[in-house]
């Protein structure tokens, strides 16, 4: 069966920015079991105890017995690597599946302003060291980012991502791949989900994730930004800028202060009896808005599911309040 469209908030926040690796931003939430039990959540930060002057974000985790009350786990997971050009400022938006006697990890990857971003993989036997995986795993037409992978019933995997295709470059949306190693992907004609069809989504898709029931019942749960009104000032995004070399111990505020100028972003479901069609759903989380209450009134964003030993779901995703302030929260369907 699908996944309801009913989701339910869970009270409190799951993680906050804390200390010098996260204290800038926190968000882009993965989850995943441990092996001796309990949850690992992986999620993308910055701050002042940033490994290099113009790295923009790295991967750490905190782990939990009960999925709500996480601790942080010391050290990075995964970090930007100066020497390669793709990588050289960014690493986000983890996705982690296991295979053999380990994990891979498919992340989006980038470097300066003018390269545009991919997405790239590490393996890891221990959830806590990852070794990176040589090459780029998928690029769309242009900039690829917001991984989700999904193991299929034949024992293929489909990569979900955010980009273009070479017939529409365009448009935008959500795209796909299908692998049969895990390492070399070969993506899929069309959109699973189209950019700026609506008004809510006038500034393009970031992340999707599918849960697939095996019984050709398919549902997706995805974030989309809606553009900043008219006349809104707008900051330009740091990432963005050709002139900026990223080093700025701003580079935070300055993301920031670009996410608070006017956009929103919100969580939505789709349905798909065969996961390359897609219809679209309802709208699952919308924050209050500019000045309202809640850990996601401005933004709510890069989700990540797991199914719960009782059936339900639980849904992680980044979220932005009134203050400007990331975290990462959850709900869980009823």
Known sequence: MRITYNWQREPGIRLVPSRDLDSGKLQ???????????????????????????????????????????????????TPQRDIPHM??????????SVGNGWRMYFESRGPADRPFVICSAFSIDQLAWELEDGIRFQATGSTGGP??????????????????????????????????????????????????????????????????????WSMVFSTWQDAPPGADVPPHPSTDLEADGSSADFAVASIASDMGG????????????????????CAIAGAGYGG?????????????????DGRYRMYYAACDKDGIWSVTSAVTT
């Not at 972003?265 to 679209?280: C, K, N, P, Q, Y």
């Not at 209450?293 to 030993?309: P, Y």
């Open 28 to 78: 882009g939430p993965c989850v995943v079991r441990r092996p001796d039990g309990g949850f690992r959540l992986f999620y993308t930060a910055v701050g002042p105890g940033k490994p290099f002057p113009n790295c923009q974000g790295y991967i750490l985790s905190a782990v939990s017995d009960d999925g709500v009350n996480f601790e942080k786990e010391p050290g990075f997971r995964l």
């Open 88 to 97: 050289s400022r960014r690493v986000l938006v983890p996705s982690i599946i």
């Open 148 to 217: 989700r992978y999904l193991e299929l019933p034949d024992g293929r995997g489909r990569l979900y991502c955010c980009g273009a295709t070479p017939e529409e470059p365009e448009t935008g949306g959500v795209v796909s791949a299908i692998t049969t190693d895990g390492l070399n992907f070969d993506m899929e004609p069309g959109y699973r989900i189209r950019n700026k069809q609506h008004d809510y989504d006038s500034d393009g898709c970031t992340a999707a994730q599918v849960v697939a029931t095996g019984d050709g019942d």
């Open 263 to 282: 956009y929103r972003s919100r969580i939505f479901m789709a349905s798909s009896t065969d996961g390359l069609v897609w219809e679209h759903g309802e």
């Open 293 to 309: 209450d809640g850990a996601d009134a401005v933004h709510a964003e890069d989700m990540s599911v797991i199914r719960l030993e």
